[in-house]
């Protein structure tokens, strides 16, 4: 079993930053992949971004490159999603994925941004 706490949303106006944290707990916590995805209202769910177990980025999707910036703190068992130059179309809530077997989702975070 993983259990993912997301953290750090909120609203801000547009070029605004936040953090969002991901805490994970349960069996192979620190040692895998994990992702970040967003739904906005109305729209499928999409990935962000993702990092290794190892804290190397492994993704970021084109529409938030140079934006977003992905890591990860094994010791903590935490990633974190660092947003700045956050865009009105940004707005979603934006979730923590693991694989671990199963998928394994947080319960999200809502990221308003208002222009």
């Known amino acids: 079993q993983v259990q993912l706490v997301e953290s750090g949303g909120g609203s801000v106006q547009a070029g605004g930053s936040l953090r969002l944290s991901c805490a994970a707990s349960?069996?192979?916590?620190?040692?895998?992949?994990v992702d970040w995805f967003r739904q906005a209202p109305g729209k499928e769910r999409v990935r962000v971004a993702a990092?290794?177990?190892?804290?190397?980025?492994?993704y970021y999707a084109d529409f938030v490159k140079g934006r977003f910036t992905i890591s990860r703190d094994n010791a903590k068992n935490t990633v974190t999603l660092q947003l700045n130059s956050l865009k009105p179309e940004d707005t979603a809530v934006y979730y923590c994925?693991?694989?671990?077997?199963?998928?394994?989702w947080g319960q999200g975070t809502q990221v308003t941004v208002s222009s």
């Open positions: 994925h693991m694989r671990v077997g199963n998928d394994y």
């Open positions: 349960g069996r192979a916590a620190s040692i895998n992949t």
């Open positions: 990092i290794t177990g190892n804290g190397i980025p492994a």
